[in-house]
């Protein structure tokens, strides 16, 4: 598939045959951006010069041995800015240029199209997973359920309240369909996901707010005592 090529819409139509009630489709955010045609040629952008456009933080490629690219795009911590060249023929791939824009407008292309009621769509991108060897798939947009299941004001087995406890269902499922569609050659840039009766979906696009609840302040975050001895460069990407 090159640039351009065809729409979401036309991907979505060509690829799923059926679509059952209650179901999730996981794409792929590298081939959203391809029909979004969100490709920069090699001979105008250096991959430095995307990073700084397309992040919100990043690091210098110098501060890891391996010329590792950190950065923060979306509020996830990613690669690159979430800037690929595998499968690409050549040129920078970008992320989605609004991701969650591009997950509802698929989600309600679908609801449309396979007359169904309830229904989920998950962009998802590969990502290093730390102490650990292999990427993992990560949820960065999500719409039509929801992406994190809130455990405060409940109990546990033996009677104790919880206390901060949540579980990204988005996430998991994200990781869970990344195995299917691969990280090298497979060509299988979208997933179904079904008899997922744990998952609460909604009728609406994620609000803000439920887009909040997803991702978590700096200043609360687990790993902060390591994120803040990073050299963080501020980049432009909080601005497009």
Partial sequence: MRAGELSLEDLLSESIENLA???????????????????VSREKFTREEL??????????????????????????????????????????????????????????????????KNLGVIITDSVSYPLRRGTKGEMIAWSGFGAVRDYVGNKDLFGRDFKMEMSGIGTSLAVAANVVMGEGAEQTPL?????IDFVEFAKHDATPE??????????????????????????????N
């Fill in 51 to 116: 990073i700084e456009r397309e992040a919100e933080w990043y690091l210098d490629p110098g501060f890891s041995e391996h010329g590792y690219f950190f950065s923060i795009v979306g509020s996830t911590l990613v690669s690159s800015a979430g800037i690929d060249e595998s499968n690409s023929g050549g040129d920078w791939i970008l992320w989605p240029k609004n991701p969650f824009r591009s997950a509802n407008q698929a989600r309600k292309f679908l609801l449309g199209k396979f007359n169904v």
């Fill in 21 to 39: 009630e209650n179901s999730i489709v996981v794409i792929a955010s590298k081939v959203v951006a391809l029909c979004e045609n969100r490709i």
């Fill in 191 to 195: 997933a179904l996901i079904s008899d």
């Fill in 210 to 239: 439920e887009i909040n609840v997803a991702f978590v302040p700096w200043d609360d975050d687990l790993f902060m005592p390591f994120l803040k001895l990073m050299p963080w460069r501020k980049g432009n990407g909080d601005k």
